[in-house]
């Protein structure tokens, strides 16, 4: 149901920790939580509402966009943050909602042929070189401003900022990508009315910039994919009434965040040095997201140690995070990344929700399996932000 | 969601077992499943992911068809199985899709009026008489086959085949059965402008049928009930991408496996024999669906010690299919079905997946009430597929 008719402001203070792709699979019979050594999240988890959330639907591997997504309340399977922007925001260039962002690769044509898609995976210092190139020689067309950033390999963003507002039906072009080696490129081809201008930019940015990188012996030619502007998306303030901030030392989660009208306050290092910003900004907020990353990066490595030790490392942590005495604490994952699998996974993650109205002491610790029986039972993601409100007194009876 | 985007093919192998009507209730204590010595399955339980399944929805007690159609992941909401189609497979006649079920009671009739709607339960030595009359003498009406067959008593089943393909909309006919003794049968009435055609090859059908069985003293009269064709449905094979292969000693099951593309291979016996059929055949496919059905029918006969049995006979091939090694092993009921109610029942039923991308550990034995305990909780049916396509690796991450 739609809980927005029921917001009512108060002071409480909100924290959602997300221990990225936190939930795993038992490696010699036990999974990352339950190996880490972790006595103040497991004692946490005594006192608490524990249970587990299903971040899309069953058997469903979310990506990071849809993971929280659905831990914000937003349903997944209605807003799609579209592949240019995400790659946008990973890179950390700050989208506006006159830009249409998309992922390019540097790639090699012969005789019109694409010949390699990735132009032979070209060092990234070589990226760089070209693609400042490229950003000098090529500031704008016909009025649109065209941003450069390049990434890993031959892997490099565009955003085209447009004078007005772009809608997402604005944007949507065909990927010019052909996906096979040996095929022609395909033209950026608006797949509606509306795109015809944005397919119109693409195509002479392909132009321009096939004739500067003509000479080059592999990367001569440019692949667009994922073009999308931002997705049109209620904030959390408009939705919930809440002055939110993020807190995450990777662009991309800093992205998720300001797509949905939170303050994202810049921060170097891990978890101490957010913990630190948290203790900081805390009394300017009533819901505050902190984001921490290396939990899925060791699982997506498949280095179970590495990814219990940074858990272990969160722990050492959390008592600095108690000791704010937020009216509720939320610690839970986007998705499970578990290192048996090195990937994102489809499974349960576990779900903690401290508060003074909830019945505890059915969980002896926060791990998938004592989750499980938890007074939460297994959720959808987007129940955690009505449960969040109600724990924090913030939402109206229904009906009289 | 629609998982259909998702899907990426492998050469992971899937066995789904369904004991037929497993689920039970307590009579002294103990369910079916609680009482029956059943080392294997319980030893299986004990490492897979648990739970239970709601076939349709809470409190709904489903048919043979909406039981097996959630398992499969067809919504049996959405997916109907028409009741003449139902009965034609049970009795083993291959619809096409240019065909119209039915089934049809011989009656008695007595100045224009139904004085008994099922001729006084003839014997079916009788039925299979008349029916072979019938058959001798209407072969064809109008350019479309007439195929019959006797089922029990006073019941057989009618098939028109036509040139062409039939829609669902064209076989929407009222029955003709008026429900109570003492009343006119009604006309074969088209319930749609489509149905016309059905209906009139109908009315002809009764008038041919009512000359030739005019002088017998009980069933000198039909009715029809149950006008279907075969629904639209996606297979097996478009749906998931998988190449799947039923073994089923009954017919009807054989019939839905086939209404969704399976392939289905003849096998005469029980247990054994499925087993050692899913043996030689394993290798062809990715699917294997192997349903035992005398769990169900013991439980309808209220034998709860036969049932018993039988789920201690299933237990005993149970390392046979293990030895296959399958990627995934799912192994549930299409429904409940209690010795202590003699019927199908609404309860939740247990289901077990074996993979190695579980946590396990949860329950101690493949019972309704260990089942409870598990990582899988209670889900709806339609939930299954995208699980076990999970566990096989066989969808691919949804958004970025």
């Known amino acids: 149901m739609d809980i927005s008719s029921l917001i009512q402001k108060n002071s409480t203070k909100i924290i959602l920790v997300i221990l990225d792709g936190v939930g795993g699979l038992p490696i010699n019979g036990k999974t990352e939580l339950e190996a880490a050594n972790k006595p103040n999240l497991d004692a946490l988890a005594k006192i608490s509402a524990c249970g587990l959330h299903i971040p899309v639907s069953y ?27 995400l790659e946008a925001l990973g890179l950390g260039i700050e989208l506006q909602k006159t830009d249409v962002a998309l992922r390019c690769n540097y790639a090699t044509i012969k005789n019109g042929v694409i010949t390699d898609r990735r132009a032979g995976r070209i060092p990234t210092e070589k990226n760089i070189e070209l693609t400042a190139r490229l950003s000098d020689e090529i500031k704008e067309i016909d009025g649109v401003k065209i941003i450069l950033k390049p990434g890993k390999e031959h892997r490099f963003c565009l955003v085209m900022r447009f004078p007005e507002n772009i809608t997402e039906k604005q944007a949507m072009v065909k990927d010019t990508d052909p996906q096979k080696e040996g095929k022609v490129a395909n033209e950026p081809f608006p797949l509606t009315e ?28 440019i692949l667009l994919r994922g073009f999308s502007a931002l997705p049109d998306i209620p904030s959390f303030e408009e939705k919930y009434g809440l ?33 630190e910003l948290l203790k900081k900004v805390y009394k300017d907020y009533d819901y505050i997201f902190l984001h921490v990353k290396k939990t899925d ?41 578990p290192s048996l699998l090195k990937a994102h996974s489809w499974h349960p993650v576990p779900l903690l929700i401290k508060s003074q109205y909830v019945w505890g002491g059915t ?28 724990n924090s007194l913030r939402l109206r009876k229904f009906g009289a």
């Open 59 to 85: 058997g469903i591997t979310p990506g990071s966009g849809p993971g929280h997504f659905g831990v914000f309340g937003y349903d997944p399977l209605k807003y799609e943050i579209g592949r240019g922007v």
């Open 194 to 221: 509306e795109a015809k201008k944005v397919a119109d930019i693409a195509k002479k940015f392909i132009e321009k910039a096939q004739e500067i990188l003509k000479n080059e012996e592999k990367a001569n030619y």
């Open 243 to 275: 002055k939110s901030a993020s807190i995450a030392v990777y662009p991309m989660y800093r992205g998720i965040a300001k797509l949905l009208g939170m303050d994202t306050i810049p921060v170097e290092g891990d978890i101490k040095e957010e913990v």
């Open 297 to 337: 990066s060791f699982g997506e490595d498949g280095n179970f140690e590495g990814k219990v030790k940074k858990i272990e490392e969160f722990d050492n942590y959390l008592p600095e995070i108690l000791s704010l005495n937020p009216d509720v604490l939320v610690i839970t994952g986007d998705h499970s990344t």
């Open 363 to 390: 969980s002896k610790a926060f791990t998938e399996r004592e989750c499980l029986k938890g007074e939460i039972g297994i959720i959808p993601a987007i129940a955690i932000m009505p449960l969040v409100l109600a």
